[in-house]
Nanobody, 114 residues
Framework: VQLQASGGGLVQAGGSLRLSCARS????????MGWYRQAPGQERELVAS???????NYADSVKERFTISRDNAKSTVYLQMNSLKPEDTAVYYC?????????WGQGTEVTVSS
């Protein structure tokens, strides 16, 4: 299984970015897909997740600004990020959780300038 994340970049505060994470390979017992982020000197934190049943979950800091979605046919999960703030600057990692283990993508960097 491989996860290929893309879509990061440099954006001004108030701008938008859309992250994509394409999965190759099948996963038995997939439970959820999601996005985490890690800012310099900080621990990795959950940004948003979507369960196999479609239930979404967001960090309080991104509610009303970020939207997670998925395209099952393309085995891809997206993170639409609007109204970006400098504090959103981080490396964003996609994650797939099964009943056995977590899978991680390589990370895509998001920088929001003030």
């Amino acid at each position: 299984v491989q996860l290929q994340a893309s879509g990061g970049g440099l954006v001004q505060a108030g701008g938008s970015l859309r992250l994509s994470c394409a999965r190759s390979g099948s996963i038995i017992g997939l439970k959820a897909m999601g996005w985490y982020r890690q800012a310099p000197g900080q621990e990795r934190e959950l940004v948003a997740s979507i369960s196999s049943g479609g239930t979404t979950n967001y960090a309080d800091s991104v509610k009303e600004r970020f939207t997670i979605s998925r395209d099952n046919a393309k085995s891809t999960v997206y993170l639409q990020m609007n109204s970006l703030k400098p504090e959103d600057t981080a490396v964003y990692y996609c994650n797939v959780r099964s009943g056995i283990r977590d899978y991680w993508g390589q990370g895509t960097e998001v920088t929001v300038s003030s």
